[in-house]
């Protein structure tokens, strides 16, 4: 993947540059924080990670943070981990998040959209009318600070009433999509506990209903912490014995109460994948996740109270909790609950134009796909209104950044945005007052210090190195639950450099000062010593019209040798003969590099991912190396677990 692309494919026009938030702050910061006046973007990052208790003061004073009692000094302690944020100040995040609702009470929060791709709206005046009941509730409930609420929900406003009101009350949040299994939901809320599920009777995808009482009442029986369950009856029917209704808990007329807490009380917990073993519990924290998500949504995505904002997410995805955040910002948020590509693969593109998206996010894979199957966004749909497509969840091919270019629009602004599910946020990735080159991500997130290190610690210029982050980020979790002794936590991001968060992600920062993400390094393809993310095989090889997709894995022999199969899916009618073959190892050859062309070339039934839709590498090459599946993957964790099976019995037979 070349970083020597000559011209930008976007430029901001100065119109743009000059209304950005990102701008004006830049200014405001100058005049009143001594951040350098020029210089733009690079010279106010600079500013951002050298000074960054003053940086992150700046930030809550811009954004107009309600502390309702001070902070001693912004950072109490720098290490990681272990950074102490804000210590001894108090706020609630649902306070921010309903704030628009004083000034715009009849404008919508949230539109709402199921497959029949009409918008319903949800204003702010209701989603605090509804927050507020339900806070109460829950305090009926007895729930008290600390305290966990667990969501098996869709994407639909009950969900955000829900997130909502656990975090006015103090309790701390999480879910899980419907489409989840019962083993996978309870792999990760037994860990943590909850007294309170809000749960759907089922949900409708592709055109289906599928029912989920049975796994809803599995859930209950393996809770036993439960004081309450909620009935949401998304299909009509009949609360269960001894379940609450929805209706009744959110029929009031309250106006919220918004429990003071401190800054690190923890808002939510997010899973990771848990491909292997059971997910890591992610505790982040109310005051971290207001501060970084005000900066990201408003700063980097220069999102505001004229904008609506749409990202194609699950409950069960990071992403949905950033989508949610849009409303600090007094952004209407749209809330997406379908198939993606349902009845066609044009969906998302048709709920864009009718929600009247400005920043439409989605996943790479769908971009691609929509190239794949001659999609015409521009051609099919009015996206006037969209400003920005931003995209993530694996690395947008530079054939994916072009194709938005020709399909959607010449100075639409597309942002390829890198983070995780660990710090809910973004390392590197949009910024609106900076040209986009293909295949890049435009810059690091402001007060992230993002380097690409190599082996011995050293930073790399034009050089793929490991993602690594020197400063603390206020999103960063405060802990993993059920870790008293924080080795869990330590052993995930600082086992390989003390003292600094290692993401597991290959990356090149290029001397332009844009990003390019490679995929992940712990399943990095290692040629005669010559490294490549698996990104880069699969824009290749899926770029051919017969391959559905792929999955690469390098494998160290015990002998010092290196096996490096390419799994293929077919597209329907494909045949893997000599002649697709050989096309397969040209364009790896051609365009990427001889060292890196497969071994051998397998067809495979399918590529097994993670619920949230990553490819699963890492498991497969355990797999290959002849560790049993049940050790090899946690199988809750899987979208089809009989792919697996192929994997495991091609080991058997090479051993």
């Not at 628009?100 to 029949?116: I, K, N």
């Not at 992403?319 to 590509?341: A, C, E, K, R």
């Amino acid at each position: 993947m070349s970083t020597v692309n000559p011209e930008p494919l976007w430029r901001p026009d100065p119109q743009r540059i000059a209304k950005a938030q990102v701008t004006r702050f830049h200014a405001w910061a100058a005049e009143h924080h001594g951040a350098p006046a020029e210089g733009g973007y690079p010279a106010l990052h600079r500013w951002s990670v050298d000074e960054l208790e003053t940086f992150w003061k700046a930030v809550t004073e811009w954004f107009d943070v309600r502390f309702s009692t001070p902070y001693a000094r912004v950072l109490g302690d720098r290490s990681m981990p272990g950074a102490a944020w804000f210590p001894g100040a108090t706020l609630n995040y649902a306070e921010h998040a309903l704030r628009a609702a004083a000034t715009r009470p009849d404008e919508p929060a949230l539109l709402h959209v199921d497959e029949s791709h009409e918008p319903r709206p949800v204003t702010w005046s209701e989603l605090r009318r509804q927050v507020g009941s339900l806070a109460a509730e829950l305090r009926a409930l007895g729930v008290r600070p600390g305290d966990r609420v667990s969501g098996y929900l869709p994407n639909i406003p009950q969900a955000v009433v829900a997130l909502l009101a656990t975090a006015a009350v103090g309790g701390v949040w999480t879910s899980c999509a419907p489409d989840f299994g019962a083993r996978s939901v309870l792999d990760r809320f037994q860990q943590v506990e909850p007294v309170v599920l809000f749960a759907v009777d089922g949900y409708r995808y592709g055109g289906k209903q599928h029912d989920r009482r049975d796994v809803v009442a599995e859930l209950r029986s393996e809770l036993p912490t439960l004081r309450a369950v909620v009935h949401i009856p998304l299909l009509g029917t009949e609360a269960p014995e001894g379940a609450l209704e929805w209706s009744a808990l959110t029929a009031a007329d309250h106006d919220p109460v918004f429990e003071q807490v401190p800054f690190a009380h923890p808002l939510w917990v997010l899973y990771s994948s848990g491909t292997t073993g059971l997910p890591k519990a992610i505790v982040q924290s109310q005051g971290g996740i207001l501060v970084e998500h005000l900066k990201q949504l408003g700063l980097h995505c220069d999102l505001g109270p004229e904008d609506r904002f749409f990202w194609y997410t699950s409950t069960g995805w990071m992403m949905w909790n950033f989508l949610v955040s849009g409303l600090l910002t007094g952004t209407t948020i749209v809330l997406y609950d379908g198939s993606p590509g349902h009845p066609d693969t044009g969906a998302q593109w048709r709920v864009a134009e009718r929600t009247g998206a400005t920043l439409y996010g989605t996943s790479a894979a769908y971009v691609m796909a929509c190239r794949k199957a001659g999609v015409h966004p521009a051609r099919d749909f009015d996206l006037s209104r969209v400003q920005c497509v931003a995209t993530t969840g694996s690395p947008l091919p530079p054939d994916g950044f072009r194709w938005l270019h020709d399909e959607v629009r010449a100075d639409v602004w597309i942002a390829s945005v890198s983070g995780g599910t660990d710090v809910c946020s973004c390392f590197a990735g949009a910024v609106p007052t900076l040209p986009v080159y293909t295949g890049e991500l435009q810059a690091p997130g402001l007060g992230t210090d993002l380097q690409s290190w190599d082996p011995s610690g050293h930073p790399v210029v034009d050089e793929v190195g490991e993602l690594v982050v020197t400063n603390p980020m206020p999103s960063m979790p405060v802990h993993f639950w059920n870790d008293p002794d924080g080795s869990r936590y330590h052993d995930s991001y600082f086992d390989t450099y003390p003292g600094v968060w290692r993401h597991g992600d290959w990356i090149t920062v290029t001397s332009r000062g844009s990003v390019v993400i490679h995929g992940r390094s712990d399943s990095t393809l290692n040629r005669q010593g010559v490294r490549m993310g698996s990104a880069d095989i699969y824009e290749v090889v899926e770029r051919l019209p017969e391959i559905k997709e792929s999955l690469v894995i390098g494998i160290e022999q015990p002998d010092g040798g290196y096996w490096m199969p390419l799994f293929v899916h077919l597209a329907p009618g494909a045949v893997l003969d000599d002649a697709l073959l050989g096309r397969i190892k040209r364009a790896i050859r051609e365009q990427l590099s001889p060292r890196h062309v497969p071994d051998e070339v397998i067809e495979v039934p399918g590529v097994p991912h993670t619920l949230t839709g990553k490819r699963i590498e890492v498991p497969v090459k355990r797999l290959l190396q002849g560790t049993p599946l049940e050790k090899a993957v946690n199988p809750g964790s899987i979208d089809n677990l009989d792919l697996l099976h192929f994997y495991e019995e091609l080991a058997r037979k090479r051993a």
